[in-house]
Structure formats: C-alpha cells, structure tokens
C-alpha cells in the first residue's frame, strides 16, 4: 500500500496524525461513524482529534483500508489472552511489515539491538496463538543474525553456558519477559547475568499470584539477577498497538518518535489535563495505520511535562457511579 | 433512660420532625432548593417515603428487629458516621439507626446535603436523649474523637484516603472497626410490560437523578430494547414533566454516544440520559444498560459485577438462588433495608 508512512522522519508527527487521522476517519467504517456522531469536522491540531475507546477492539472490526478486496478471515490478526467466554481483543493486520518495522524501529531507537541477544520467557502467553507479544520477539529472534537469540524452555533455569556463550562473543543479554514470569526464574534458581544485561520486562501479570508495586518488582529482578535497578526496564503495549513505550532505569515511560501519548480526562475524554493530573491514557500510535491509531486506552496514567508518563494501573470506573464519601464534599 | 423509653423518645420526635407544620424542616428544604443542592420534587418524593415509613411504626419495629434492649445495644460507644451527598437525606438511615441503637452519634453531613439531616438531628438533640449528637460537614470537627466504629460508603479509590485521614486526625485507632459499603447501583429484572411496572421500573431509574446505589441502572428481560423502546420513552418523558431533570450529562455520555453508534449498538439518546443495549458494566451516571435475557442472565451479571450490586428487584418473580425485592420498592425502602446486604444496626 502507498500512502502514508508512519516511521517517515522527513514528516513532523503532527503532520502525519493529522494525515492518518483524515486516512481513518475516511477509510475505517467505526472511526468514521464515531467522528459523525462526535461532530467532528476537519481539525487543524492533534490535540483535537478525538480517540476511539479501546472496548472497539472487542466489540466491533477495526480495520482502516481503501482496499476491500481482501478477506477478512485471510487476515493475521492478534488477540488478547483471557479465560473462556470472556470477550477478547481482536487487532487485524493488513500490513505485518508495519508491525515488523515498528518493532525493529523502535527498538533500535532505545537500544543498539546489534549489541543485544535477546532472551525471551513468556509463560502463559506461549499458548495464545494470537499473542502481539509473542510474534514481537518472535521478530526481534529473527532480527538478531548471531543465531543465539531465542525463546528459553518453560520452567527451566537459565543456561549458564548459554550466558557464558553470549558474553564469549561480545554481546549483551537482553532478558525480555512477563514481570512474574522473570520472577519464576530467580524463584527456580537462574544465574545472575552477565553484568552489562538488560531486563525488558512487558507488565504482565499472566502467571499468577501475588500484587506488588512496580518498584518491588523492580528491585526483586535487580537482586535476583544480580543487576543494578537501572538495568531493569519496562515496556508498556499492548494487543490494540504496534508500538511501545520504553522505560529505561526508572517509571516514565518514553514513546517511540512515531507514537504518542496524553492523559485524558475520564468524564470528558476530549480534554487533555495538564501534567501531574491522573486521567485516561489517549495514544496516537500511528503504526496502526491500517486499524485505529487514534486510542483512548483503559490505563490510568499521568504525564510530565516532557512527555513521559507512568502506568498507574487500569482506570477503575467503579469510582464514578453511586453513593461515595469524599473528604471535600 | 430505659432502651424502650429511649426508642418511643425518638420514634415520637421523627414522627414530629416530619409533621407538614415542622418550620425547622421547611426552612431546611427551602435552602437546600435555594442553593440549587437538590430539586423540591426530589426532596419532597424523599420526605414523603421516610415520613410513610416513620408514620407506620417502623422506628419501633427496626429496634424489635434488631433485638436492641436494655442488655442488648451500643450504649457508650462512638459511631462516627461519614455520609455522602448524593441524594436528599441519604444520610438519614445511618444517623437514625445509630442514634437508635443507643451509640454516641458523630455525622460527617456532606456539604452536598447539609441542612435537611442536620434539621433532623437538631430535633433529636433537643427531645433530651441520653446519647450524645455531634455533628459538622468539617472533618477536622472530629479531630481526637477515637471512634468505635466508622460507617461510610466509599470506592476503592478514597476507601484508603479517608482513613488516612480519620488516623492523621486521631477520629479512629487500631481498633476501629469499618463498616464501607462499595455498593454502586441495582438491577431490576422486568418480564412484563403492564403500566405499573414500567411506572415502578421508571421510578426506580431516574428519581434522583439516577445517583442512588437503589437506583436501577441495569435492567434484564426477555424483551429486547429496541421492541420497548418508543413504549419506554412515554413513561420517561411522563415522569420528567413531573421531576424536571437538572443535571446536565457529563461530556463522557457524549462521547459513548458516539462510540455505540461506532460499533452499531443499539440505544436511546434522551437529552439527558442514555439508554444502551450493552452488558458492560454501567460505570456513567446518567445511564442505562439494557440486557436481553432471562434469569440465568441476572445470575451471570451479578457474579460479573461482584460488590458493585446493591439489589435485584423483580415485579413479584422469584429467582432461584438470588434474594430480590419489590421493584416498587426500590426508592421506597423500609427503614431496616440494608446498604450492600449490612444490618445498619
């Protein structure tokens, strides 16, 4: 497809929202009818361009194509992991060397992925067949040409010789994973890394068990690995986007240059609220060309004035509704 | 004071309270419409269901109910109660029934509400009870006061702000117990469409602006919305001559307005309210979330909206396994009704 490019650094972002934004709003049946019903017009800055909520990528077909001619059970699509009965996610890919670039893009952004043999351990989501997560490291295994990339064995340690193997040939370790799954590991009894090694752990809780902050997280895969903290990084995605946001050493996430985010205000999702306000996470992420790249998430966030935000965790509505003792009322 | 005496004491003085000639009263629900806190009709339809209930002997019964006696009941002890604001007098039952069970009475009143209840418990203070009555919409007011017990509905978001609070201001300690309700609404379970249930159904939705954890906001039947829904808005539209609505929806109904008509769901846009065929859970006020179904249906809500339900209400059907109350009850309730399944007393 020739139209627009979303990693095209001779655009500014604004100039290629605005253009993907007139791309959907034409071409994606859901966004179209919401902007109808919105009574959105043309629309001459980002900060209007209303995000389609998340939910429609479990209620209804997100797909932005001038094309018709494709079938849609053709398509690759990811889907979100969840129990039976349980309304799933669907993200079509028209496109999955968009996702690839992103990927690769992206990383390379933050990272020299040259430098990197990547490490992945994904328990629970090795079994959706549908996972973005999976298909992402699945991507960066092939990218990595020393062949010594790959996905480690369930419920195993790490291999020392492995380890030894990579640092042999000058590489660091990228060990990338669900939170409590890297945690299964120390639990098992894994080796410290290699001391130049980097943890991307993706937020997951898919393997159970107890709660805890972000930042006993942290620390648990800091000595359990035998890293500093500033070694143990985040990466917040998810099934309904193509690209990610990284934070590296500490909570603030930062977004690719083709992604971007603001906090939303709940009870008015067309406003924008000012840093250090807690609100909705709105992403343009413009990887999604050919879905909705326009998204209000169900994440609770906030944001500094240099753009990074943190993940406070999903938006819980129930404090919306009903009888409620606030202090100031 | 013996526990009966104390019992007719104030069973004789809320039926006084709510007398038509109570000039105390009238003053109360003529600031409360002055500053706009909430409409006549809604304080009036409020009044009216407490004073039926006081009026029928309910203060009485509620403490037989309870068991309180001379043995039995919480003499000496210290209730502080935080109530919210969200309708006329909704802080009436926890004060009453506090004040009842012969417990030191302390009210966070909301400022949302804060002259219909404080009338109320002026009237108490002065019938000469042996408990005390304090009370204030500041809560520093109850800086030191160690309660028992502390009542409060709250969400999970503010549950541990205000005890942080209470602990900052020494109103509580270690052994404090909590009572918080995080009921959010209740659902009604509809098989007819007779006049009468769609007047209840009506009532128990829209009268107070929807805001109550008694009001409807979910409602099951084997009726598909669109069927009903030209039938449905007659009654709606009645009902809003009567109790003109006041608050305008907030931004967020707009925008799930224009996410239903994204994803081709079904809905009824009715100036100041929504009504949509969706199964989600209905965390906007000012909505209503229409389930085709049957009582299997009710059962699979409620184990999906866990706490968040208050009540089911049926028009007189039995659900297995599920406790359901009159829907003409809903706005209606009697005093010892109780908030997410707790015994106020």
């Known amino acids: ?329 | 004071m013996t526990i009966t005496n104390h019992i007719t004491l104030i069973e004789e003085t809320t039926k006084k309270w709510f007398r038509p000639d109570n000039t105390k009263l009238k003053k109360a629900i003529e600031r409360t419409v002055a500053e706009g806190l909430f409409t006549f009709e809604d304080i009036k339809f409020a009044i009216l269901a407490l004073k039926e209930k006081v009026d029928t002997g309910q203060v009485s019964e509620w403490a037989k109910r309870a068991e309180l006696s001379d043995v039995y009941n919480q003499m000496d002890k210290k209730v502080l109660c935080l109530h919210a604001g969200n309708l006329p007098l909704v802080g009436f039952q926890d004060a009453l029934g506090t004040i009842l069970s012969g417990a030191n009475y302390y009210g966070k009143l909301s400022k949302k509400d804060p002259y219909l209840l404080a009338a109320f418990l002026d009237s108490l203070q002065e019938s000469g009870l042996f408990n005390s009555i304090r009370y204030s919409t500041e809560l520093d007011s109850f800086e030191g006061v160690q309660a028992d017990k502390v009542l409060f509905a709250g969400s999970e978001s503010s549950v541990e702000t205000v005890k942080k609070e209470l602990i900052r201001l020494q109103a509580v300690n270690e052994e404090t117990e909590f009572t918080i309700r995080t009921a959010k609404f209740s659902i009604a379970y509809i098989t007819s469409e007779e006049p009468e249930v769609v007047t209840d159904l009506v009532e128990a939705i829209f009268r107070y602006g929807s805001q109550g954890c008694r009001s409807v906001a979910v409602v099951v039947s084997p009726t598909r919305f669109s069927k009903l829904k030209c039938h449905f808005q007659d009654y709606i539209e009645a009902f809003w001559l009567k109790n003109p609505p006041t608050k305008k929806p907030t931004d967020a109904i707009e925008y799930q307005f224009a996410y239903n008509k994204a994803i081709g769901r079904d809905q009824a846009w009715l100036d100041h309210f929504l009504i949509q065929d969706s199964e989600d859970f209905p965390e906007l006020d000012a909505t209503l979330h229409w389930v085709e179904g049957d009582e299997e249906k009710v059962k699979e809500l409620l184990n999906k909206y866990g706490g968040a339900v208050q009540t089911v209400y049926t028009a007189g059907e039995k659900i297995e396994g599920v406790k359901t109350e009159f829907l003409s009850m809903a706005q209606r309730p009697p005093l010892w009704w109780e908030p997410d399944g707790i015994p106020v007393i």
């Open chain 1, 1 to 329: 497809m020739s139209l627009l490019n979303p990693f095209d650094a001779s655009l500014s972002f604004e100039e290629k929202a605005l253009q993907i934004f007139e791309f959907q709003k034409k071409n994606n049946l859901v966004y179209k009818r919401f902007c109808k019903a919105l009574g959105v017009g043309a629309i001459k800055s980002t900060d209007d361009i209303p995000l389609l909520p998340i939910q429609a990528f479990k209620d209804a077909t997100v797909i932005s194509s001038p094309n018709s001619k494709f079938k849609i059970q053709n398509l690759e699509f990811f889907q979100s992991s969840g129990t039976s009965g349980m309304q799933r996610s669907r993200h079509y890919l028209i496109d999955t060397a968009v996702y690839r670039d992103s990927i690769i893009l992206g990383m390379n952004h933050f990272y020299d992925l040259d430098e990197y043999v990547i490490l992945a351990y994904t328990p629970g989501y090795n079994a959706n067949p549908h996972s973005s997560l999976v298909w992402m490291l699945n991507a960066l295994i092939e990218n990595d040409q020393s062949g010594l990339s790959r996905f480690l064995p369930l419920g195993d340690v790490i291999d020392s010789d492995l380890l030894d193997e990579i640092t042999s040939t000058g590489k660091k370790v990228m060990l990338f994973g669900a939170a409590f799954g890297l945690l299964d590991l120390i639990e098992m009894g894994s080796p410290s890394l290699p001391k130049q090694s980097i943890i991307l752990e993706t937020g997951g809780m898919k393997t159970h068990r107890r709660e805890m902050t972000k930042e006993e997280l942290h620390e648990q895969l800091a000595v359990g690995f035998g890293l500093p903290t500033s070694s143990i990084h985040s990466e917040y995605g998810m099934t309904e986007l193509l690209s990610q946001a990284y934070s590296q050493g500490s909570l603030w996430f930062e977004c690719v240059p083709w992604m971007r985010v603001s906090i939303r205000n709940p009870q008015n999702p067309f406003e924008i609220l000012p840093s250090g306000k807690e609100g909705l996470i709105g992403v343009i992420d413009l990887a999604n060309l050919f879905s909705c790249s326009l998204i209000l998430t169900g994440d609770k966030g906030i944001q500094r004035e240099d753009g990074k935000f943190q993940v406070l965790g999903r938006w819980n509505p129930r404090n919306l509704r009903g009888c409620n003792f606030l202090i100031d009322d």
